[in-house]
């Protein structure tokens, strides 16, 4: 069981990323999916979280309005667009499943993880 999270990389201030989590060894398409990120020094923190048949999401303040998560078509994947990008937004940003029925924002209430991928916004 896998989660591999990528897509991350280097980009201004203002920029746009999109994040893919692509899970492998067994189907995620009936769990809820959520993205955290972790800047340097600081906790993990809830980004955003996406029902299992993609059609509910839910974010975090300091992301609403910039960022968009989204399920590909087999809903085995995850996308977190990220348009708007400020240098706080820089971090390692993880991908989550967890088994509860609805969404959830701490992280013990994930129980898969990826990763990680490096996000790096420049001022």
């Known amino acids: 069981v896998q989660l591999q999270a990528s897509g991350g990389g280097l980009v201004q201030a203002g920029g746009s990323l999109r994040l893919s989590c692509a899970a492998s060894?067994?189907?995620?398409?009936?769990?809820?999916m959520g993205w955290f990120r972790q800047a340097p020094g600081k906790e993990r923190e809830f980004v955003g979280s996406?029902?299992?048949?993609?059609?509910?999401?839910y974010y975090a303040e300091s992301v609403k309005g910039r960022f968009t998560i989204s399920r590909g078509v087999a809903r085995n994947t995850v996308y977190l667009q990220m348009n708007s990008l400020k240098p706080e937004d820089t971090a390692v940003y993880y991908c989550?499943?967890?088994?509860?029925?609805?969404?959830?924002?701490?992280?013990?209430?994930?129980?898969?993880w990826g990763q990680g991928t490096l996000v790096t916004v420049s001022s």
């Open positions: 060894g067994r189907t995620f398409s009936s769990f809820v």
């Open positions: 996406i029902s299992s048949g993609g059609t509910t999401t």
């Open positions: 989550s499943a967890t088994k509860s029925s609805s969404i959830v924002v701490t992280d013990e209430e994930y129980d898969y």
